[in-house]
């Protein structure tokens, strides 16, 4: 009997600590497998933007200079000073523009300008530029010179009514090293990146090594050639999260394991059924039920193992928390792309995330942390969201609201399916719901808005009122407060608002007081 029991003992311990191991190593896999698919997602999506908003600048040379009826009857009187100060040489002059080569010719090539870098042979020898000449249209390039890629826009010499083709013009931008930290700077502050043009791709596929590296190509399609971004991230932060964390699970569970092993032995006879209960409770941690607990015992000595394998329970239960703490600074990095494009956000969301807690505070809502960290992200889905729109100074037109009215989703998308943010992700998702229906994205109606989400929306709206954005100016508190009464049953629940007015003017009272004092 004795020797069974120690064999039994020992098995299941062995059971257990392997379940734990494997169980551990199976959600870091799949939770560094679902980091990868977002920051592969969220990468690629800024070097289109960046090779965009590369050729769209080059663009609006194109049309503010070729399509010119005075640049046709210069380019005939071969008039090289004009054309320098007007529609060539100035743009070379000018650094803030970044144009490293202009060609302009005649319709017969008998008449050439050229500026900059001494490429234009090269220039004229490109499908591009034959486009331009032969069918009066305008395309985009990647061309090799040097073993050097360089952007190249064509566009034929137009009249004003864009009539007439009467010649070329071309503008060319190196993708040089100082091209590419610009877009290094874009894709990340946080993390270390080697990024290379080439007309060849590295990598078949997204490639990973020791929970830190990242390693993919990246096609970079234009309208006569095909050439790739061959990127390389490195990230420490995640190697933090999912190694070294890992490790301390790991040793904890050992070092129970061991406690537990030695006082099986010891105590076999009096402890027969109290092992029992130590081994459920341990396996039932290791499938994933972290608030399992062991049971006390009438022996003191015994208790001391319940003690070990709760305590063992609770360092899981918070190296868990840990890991969703790096799930959250992996979505703050993610959102640090929205606020390079939009610098209202960062502080619109600390300030969103300080409203909420207050009314929060004052109905004693029960998961303030979660509705910290939701208010924080409410708009994480802005990352989606073309810079023009965001920033627009003007009223957006149907159209680009539509498009704005996507960054809901969005964050749901980009959050769902992590379990830190189960909760969080139901007041990125509602948060423009009204309390009348007339909200979105699902025009949920009254108590089916859930609370997190009704209260999200009332500080957002409120800073939002408060603060200047580019198409007008703020709102004084007194007047914001009095357009919140106005809309209190219609785009709001009455009582938070009520809650969020009582609250505020306590805590301008303190702040009042308190700079009385001083």
Same mark, same amino acid.
């Given at each position: 009997?004795?020797?069974?029991?120690?064999?039994?003992?020992?098995?299941?311990?062995?059971?257990?600590?392997?379940?734990?191991?494997?169980?551990?190593?199976?959600?870091?896999?799949?939770?560094?497998?679902?980091?990868?698919?977002?920051?592969?997602?969220?990468?690629?999506?800024?070097?289109?933007?960046?090779?965009?908003?590369?050729?769209?600048?080059?663009?609006?040379?194109?049309?503010?200079?070729?399509?010119?009826?005075?640049?046709?009857?210069?380019?005939?009187?071969?008039?090289?000073?004009?054309?320098?100060?007007?529609?060539?040489?100035?743009?070379?002059?000018?650094?803030?523009?970044?144009?490293?080569?202009?060609?302009?010719?005649?319709?017969?090539?008998?008449?050439?300008?050229?500026?900059?870098?001494?490429?234009?042979?090269?220039?004229?020898?490109?499908?591009?530029?034959?486009?331009?000449?032969?069918?009066?249209?305008?395309?985009?390039?990647?061309?090799?010179?040097?073993?050097?890629?360089?952007?190249?826009?064509?566009?034929?010499?137009?009249?004003?009514?864009?009539?007439?083709?009467?010649?070329?013009?071309?503008?060319?931008?190196?993708?040089?090293?100082?091209?590419?930290?610009?877009?290094?700077?874009?894709?990340?502050?946080?993390?270390?990146?080697?990024?290379?043009?080439?007309?060849?791709?590295?990598?078949?596929?997204?490639?990973?090594?020791?929970?830190?590296?990242?390693?993919?190509?990246?096609?970079?399609?234009?309208?006569?050639?095909?050439?790739?971004?061959?990127?390389?991230?490195?990230?420490?932060?995640?190697?933090?999260?999912?190694?070294?964390?890992?490790?301390?699970?790991?040793?904890?569970?050992?070092?129970?394991?061991?406690?537990?092993?030695?006082?099986?032995?010891?105590?076999?006879?009096?402890?027969?059924?109290?092992?029992?209960?130590?081994?459920?409770?341990?396996?039932?941690? $290791?499938?994933? @039920?972290?608030? %399992?607990? =062991?049971?006390?015992? !009438?022996? +003191?000595?015994?208790?001391?193992?319940?003690?070990? &394998?709760?305590?063992?329970?609770?360092?899981?239960?918070?190296?868990?928390?840990?890991?969703?703490?790096?799930?959250? $600074?992996?979505? @703050?990095?993610? %959102?640090? =792309?929205?606020?390079? !494009?939009? +610098?209202?956000?960062?502080?619109?969301?600390?300030? &969103?995330?300080?409203?909420?807690?207050?009314?929060?505070?004052?109905?004693?809502?029960?998961?303030?942390?979660?509705?910290?960290?939701?208010?924080?992200?409410?708009?994480?889905?802005?990352?989606?969201?073309?810079?023009?729109?965001?920033?627009?100074?003007? &009223?957006?037109?149907?159209?680009?609201?539509?498009?704005?009215?996507?960054?809901?989703?969005?964050?749901?998308?980009?959050?769902?399916?992590?379990?830190?943010?189960?909760?969080?992700?139901?007041?990125?998702?509602?948060?423009?719901?009204?309390?009348?229906?007339?909200?979105?994205?699902?025009?949920?109606?009254?108590?089916?808005?859930?609370?997190?989400?009704?209260?999200?929306?009332?500080?957002?709206?409120?800073?939002?009122?408060?603060?200047?954005?580019?198409?007008?100016?703020?709102?004084?508190?007194?007047?914001?407060?009095?357009?919140?009464?106005?809309?209190?049953?219609?785009?709001?629940?009455?009582?938070?608002?009520?809650?969020?007015?009582?609250?505020?003017?306590?805590?301008?009272?303190?702040?009042?007081?308190?700079?009385?004092?001083?």
């Amino acid at each position: 009997m004795y020797k069974r029991l120690m064999i039994l003992a020992l098995l299941l311990c062995t059971i257990a600590i392997s379940s734990i191991f494997i169980g551990t190593t199976v959600i870091n896999h799949q939770s560094w497998q679902e980091i990868i698919d977002d920051f592969y997602g969220s990468k690629v999506d800024l070097m289109d933007y960046f090779i965009d908003q590369t050729v769209e600048d080059m663009n609006s040379i194109i049309y503010s200079n070729a399509v010119w009826t005075d640049l046709q009857e210069k380019i005939d009187e071969k008039d090289y000073e004009w054309l320098y100060d007007n529609a060539t040489g100035y743009i070379i002059d000018n650094e803030n523009l970044e144009i490293d080569v202009i060609l302009v010719t005649s319709e017969d090539i008998t008449f050439i300008d050229k500026h900059g870098e001494d490429v234009h042979s090269a220039l004229m020898s490109t499908a591009a530029f034959n486009q331009a000449l032969q069918m009066d249209t305008m395309s985009s390039e990647i061309i090799w010179i040097n073993q050097m890629p360089m952007i190249i826009v064509a566009a034929p010499v137009l009249d004003n009514n864009f009539n007439k083709p009467s010649g070329t013009y071309i503008v060319g931008r190196w993708l040089d090293k100082s091209q590419l930290n610009d877009l290094s700077s874009i894709l990340g502050k946080d993390i270390t990146s080697v990024i290379s043009v080439n007309n060849k791709k590295y990598y078949d596929s997204v490639s990973t090594e020791k929970y830190s590296i990242i390693r993919f190509s990246h096609e970079i399609e234009l309208d006569h050639s095909v050439d790739y971004f061959n990127v390389e991230f490195n990230s420490p932060v995640y190697r933090k999260a999912f190694v070294v964390t890992k490790n301390h699970i790991m040793a904890i569970i050992m070092s129970i394991g061991v406690i537990c092993v030695f006082l099986t032995l010891l105590y076999y006879r009096k402890m027969s059924r109290a092992i029992i209960n130590v081994i459920d409770a341990v396996s039932r941690i $290791s499938e994933g @039920e972290y608030d %399992a607990r =062991a049971g006390g015992t !009438n022996m +003191a000595e015994f208790n001391h193992l319940v003690e070990a &394998v709760n305590k063992m329970a609770v360092e899981i239960t918070y190296r868990i928390k840990e890991i969703d703490k790096n799930y959250l $600074s992996m979505i @703050e990095i993610m %959102a640090s =792309a929205v606020e390079l !494009n939009d +610098a209202y956000t960062s502080e619109h969301n600390l300030r &969103v995330a300080h409203f909420a807690r207050m009314i929060g505070e004052y109905i004693n809502f029960e998961h303030i942390e979660t509705l910290d960290v939701a208010a924080r992200l409410h708009d994480i889905g802005k990352i989606s969201v073309p810079t023009e729109i965001l920033n627009k100074p003007g &009223v957006l037109t149907e159209k680009e609201f539509e498009v704005i009215k996507e960054h809901p989703v969005a964050g749901y998308q980009i959050m769902d399916n992590i379990d830190f943010f189960k909760d969080v992700k139901y007041g990125v998702l509602y948060h423009h719901e009204r309390y009348d229906g007339k909200g979105y994205p699902e025009g949920l109606k009254g108590d089916d808005i859930p609370i997190i989400a009704q209260i999200i929306s009332v500080a957002d709206v409120f800073d939002a009122l408060v603060t200047d954005r580019p198409y007008r100016k703020a709102f004084s508190v007194n007047k914001a407060l009095e357009i919140m009464v106005e809309n209190s049953g219609t785009m709001f629940n009455p009582m938070l608002v009520s809650a969020f007015i009582n609250q505020y003017k306590v805590e301008m009272k303190i702040v009042g007081e308190s700079v009385a004092g001083s």
